[in-house]
């Protein structure tokens, strides 16, 4: 089967992001005027590149995006955008650079990029609206200068990843330095609206906070108690077995800096799935649309 035009045509890809970005003329991003530029054409001039009318600066539809700057053609961005956002447990930066005929450091370093495209630019409090938000947190690797040989079974010296799961929702993961209640609590607070049903298991971290809720209820995995009529954890198991089996089988080794971005990653597919009726091309064309307003440069660690 072909690939779409947008995939191996770097004009088609310009103009298709141009759609994407630019739904009422193109936007200025060094002064934010809209729809008030003139596209230069020229032997000496790149095709694509606009000049403001008000602040006579150029510009084209990567300027002030994830992808400036880039030497990469703008169609490989785009086609590794679509193989990243529709692989359920990701494609390892090998793969990339395999498909897109350009070094594993750039693939590696695409990939990060179009995670921090995944990245919401805002995050709205969860639950309230009849959809019950579970809660739990799990462990991945190890921390940076952890003994593997003699830690191994020290949970305080793996990463551990807290996430919020609205049924028939979105997901929120958080990489957090401990399971106590002051690491957890605030951002329970934060991301979950008072108003909402609280589900977790039986940690003890859970208990005072779930008393802010309209309600809050429990499982006991001690007890191998796993549901309880409408009460269970069962969603946001069914969202670590999804990172987990990513992250062991396609990534096999995430550096502790880089962790928020794997979860950006697993977070913004779930968030986008078919069941909520995103399918694989509307999922790409979000996270292009997410391109916008960030920079992530290759010496920039976190």
Not at 111 to 127: F, K, N, S, V
Not at 176 to 196: F, K, M, Q, S
């Amino acid at each position: 089967m072909a690939l779409a035009r947008i995939y191996t045509d770097e004009n088609a890809a310009r103009k298709h992001l141009e759609r994407l970005l630019w739904a009422n003329g193109p936007v200025c991003p060094h002064c934010g005027v809209e729809n008030e530029a003139t596209l230069l054409q020229g032997k000496s001039t790149r095709p694509g590149v606009y000049k403001c009318r008000p602040c006579q600066k150029p510009f084209s539809v990567t300027v002030g995006t994830v992808f400036e700057g880039s030497k990469v053609p703008l169609h490989k961005w785009v086609y590794a955008t679509h193989l990243l956002t529709s692989s359920k447990k990701g494609i390892s930066a090998h793969q990339l650079h395999r498909m897109l005929a350009v070094t594993y450091k750039t693939a590696w370093f695409m990939a990060h990029r179009i995670r921090e495209a995944m990245r919401p630019d805002e995050l709205t409090p969860m639950g309230g609206s009849g959809a019950p938000v579970e809660v739990d947190e799990t462990v991945i690797g190890f921390q940076e200068g952890a003994n593997s040989k003699t830690q191994r079974n020290a949970w305080q010296f793996r990463n551990i990843v807290l996430t919020l799961v609205e049924r028939g929702g979105s997901a929120r993961s958080f990489h957090i330095d401990g399971t106590t209640v002051g690491a957890i609590v605030p951002i329970l607070r934060t991301n979950i609206r008072r108003e909402g049903d609280l589900m977790t298991d039986q940690a003890a971290w859970y208990k005072s906070v779930g008393k802010e809720y309209a309600s809050h209820g429990s499982v006991d995995h001690s007890k191998k108690e796993y549901a309880r009529g409408e009460i269970s954890t069962n969603t946001v198991e069914g969202y670590f077995s999804i990172f987990k089996r990513g992250m062991k089988g396609v990534y096999q080794h995430c550096s502790e800096k880089h962790l928020h971005r794997y979860l950006s990653e697993f977070d913004f597919r779930y968030s986008n799935r078919v069941a909520l009726g995103v399918d694989d091309a509307a999922r790409a064309d979000k996270a292009l649309q997410g391109i916008t307003g960030k920079r992530l440069t290759y010496r920039q660690p976190h």
